[in-house]
């Protein structure tokens, strides 16, 4: 079994143009405070992660839960009504869906998204682009706040109790790539944000990435009894 999880904003869903400023607003609005969005600059790079930061450096520990519900709802409102106003604003990345779609179609690999967003935004992104989760183990910022947290859920989600040999995890950022070494699995780079042998500017050349993860044959196989 070889498991194939993705993270989203930057490696399914382009998502840059607006999500980090939404995620600032959000922060400024509630808690009145302008936060760094270099990401690289926190403990853990998910929205819990950061939020959490910042609450404990700004706010008393009695107040934590209350406000965080309250940045929460706003940023969900706030990327709600953006993709509302310009739809346009959000788009697949190139070749995703097809991607996860044909490895949905192999027998020995199990799909996961791990995303650092928080659950109703990264939904709402994946519908927009048309890439559903009924099929796919789906865990998010919603969960838990560090990388390697939401990434064994998505796994546990995955597998249903199934056994796996190999681990493959797309990503755009360095938190990905430092998440992916920590839990052993293979790390392929997506949009070029990060220096790493194995890397993409895109999901479109799907042979290719088959290819790569070793599952070409079982691809092509497939595909010639359809």
């Known amino acids: 079994m070889h498991l194939v999880m993705f993270d989203i904003d930057g490696t399914l869903v382009d998502s840059a143009g607006f999500d980090a400023k ?3 607003e959000a922060v400024r609005g509630v808690l009145n405070v302008d936060i760094d969005s270099d990401w690289n600059s926190y403990e853990h790079v998910s929205d819990s992660g950061i939020l959490e930061q910042v609450l404990r450096e700004t706010r008393p520990a009695s107040e934590h839960a209350t406000l965080a519900a309250r940045v929460q709802e706003r940023f969900v409102a706030l990327v709600g ?3 509302r106003r310009a739809p346009g604003a959000i788009r697949e990345i190139a070749g995703a869906k097809r991607l996860v779609e044909r490895l ?3 027998p020995n690999v199990r799909v996961g998204i791990a995303t650092g967003g928080w659950e109703p935004t990264a939904k709402l992104k994946l519908a927009h682009v048309g890439i559903g989760i009924e099929r796919i183990g ?3 910022s919603t969960d838990a706040s560090t990388r390697t947290d939401i990434m064994r859920l998505a796994a546990q989600r995955a597998l249903h109790g199934a056994a796996y040999a190999r681990a493959t995890y797309f990503g755009d950022g360095a938190w990905d790539q430092r998440a992916s070494a920590e839990l052993g699995y293979d790390f392929v780079a997506v949009g070029g944000g990060v220096s790493h042998p194995i890397a ?3 999901l479109r050349d799907a042979d290719a990435i088959l290819s790569r993860l070793e599952l070409a044959d ?4 497939r ?3 359809r």
């Not at 079982?218 to 196989?221: P, Q, S």
């Open 104 to 106: 949905f179609r192999l």
């Open 200 to 202: 993409y500017a895109d």
């Open 22 to 24: 939404l995620y600032v």
């Open 81 to 83: 009504d953006h993709l």
């Open 138 to 140: 789906f865990a998010s």
């Open 218 to 221: 079982v691809a092509l196989a």
């Open 223 to 225: 595909e010639a009894r």
